[in-house]
């Protein structure tokens, strides 16, 4: 049962987190561009669909802790620092996206759709460069996360640096 529940973790978090993390990370960039470029539409949508996909995985994305609880659970492992560590940077990389990330591009996209981009091709409070900071920091937790449960300290895999 231990290797079912890995393999659907390890395949959620390939198939969640990877679109969350790529979207997120291309949206500041597009955002830029759509607001600059205000007459084409399709610099819009883009930025949109952008959204669409953080926001969609993001809830889909809740089955990777779920199933990773599961199977630290049936390997014995839920009280050893690397997995608590993991955990709680999954919960600060997943505060991150529904407290600031989400909310920011939730703000362009309506920038976008009432036309708030006719002042200057940016953001005013400068919401695209905030969402490129916060997206890097997310991207980096999660990547720390990867880390630590390849590596998995103290673990008797014989995995190591």
Same mark, same amino acid.
Request: charged share 10%; aromatic share 8%.
């Given at each position: 049962m231990s290797a079912f529940l890995l393999s659907?973790?390890? $395949? #959620? #978090?390939?198939l969640t987190i990877g679109p969350v993390a790529i979207a997120a990370s291309m949206f500041p960039r597009s955002a830029r561009h759509a607001l600059a470029a205000p007459d084409d539409p399709r610099k819009a949508v883009a930025v949109? /669909? $952008?959204h669409r996909i953080t926001r969609v995985y993001a809830v889909i994305g809740v089955l990777v802790p779920v199933f990773g609880l599961a199977t630290g659970a049936s390997i014995g492992v839920l !009280?050893?620092?690397? $997995? /608590? /560590?993991s955990m709680i940077l999954t919960? #600060? #990389?997943a505060a991150m996206l529904i407290a600031f990330i989400l909310p920011g591009q939730k703000h362009v996209v309506r920038a976008l759709d009432m036309g708030a981009n006719d002042a200057g091709g940016s953001m005013p409070d +400068? @919401?695209?460069?905030?969402? !490129?900071m916060l997206t890097g920091?997310?991207?980096l937790l999660w990547a720390i996360v990867v880390v630590l449960m390849i590596?998995?300290? !103290?673990? @008797? @895999? +014989?995995? !190591?640096l």
């Open positions: 659907v973790h390890v $395949l #959620a #978090a390939i949109r /669909i $952008l !009280g050893d620092t690397w $997995l /608590i /560590i919960a #600060a #990389a +400068g @919401t695209a460069r905030r969402l !490129g920091v997310f991207n590596y998995r300290p !103290g673990s @008797t @895999t +014989g995995v !190591g």
